[in-house]
């Protein structure tokens, strides 16, 4: 039997899945003006990367951790801004 089904205790990726989606539904429901949901949103406008595999982006572990999760990306913004169901849905 694993250590963890022992205690009860969710794994460490489970916490940061759960984080990472908790700080995303915050982010969601933020007003425009706000800096943190402008960076989300924004380009940079100049400059380049080095060859080779690219880095994730926020987006693209937000995008990872919906579909571990079996939340449908097409309607995760919408469903972000009722907080109550996103935090059931993301527990």
């Given at each position: 039997?694993?250590?963890?089904?022992?205690?009860?205790?969710?794994?460490?990726?489970?916490?940061?899945?759960?984080?990472?989606?908790?700080?995303?539904?915050?982010?969601?429901?933020?007003?425009?003006?706000?800096?943190?949901?402008?960076i989300?949103?924004?380009?940079?406008?100049?400059?380049?990367?080095?060859?080779?595999?690219?880095?994730?982006?926020?987006?693209?572990?937000?995008?990872?951790?919906?579909?571990?999760?079996?939340?449908?990306?097409?309607?995760w913004?919408?469903?972000?801004?009722?907080?109550?169901?996103?935090?059931?849905?993301?527990?």
């Amino acid at each position: 039997m694993d250590i963890l089904e022992q205690t009860g205790l969710p794994s460490i990726e489970n916490l940061l899945i759960r984080t990472n989606l908790r700080w995303t539904g915050h982010l969601m429901r933020m007003s425009p003006d706000r800096l943190p949901k402008q960076i989300l949103y924004s380009q940079l406008s100049s400059g380049h990367r080095k060859r080779g595999r690219p880095r994730l982006r926020f987006k693209d572990t937000i995008k990872r951790n919906l579909k571990l999760r079996d939340i449908k990306t097409d309607s995760w913004t919408s469903l972000s801004q009722q907080r109550d169901k996103w935090r059931a849905i993301v527990k």
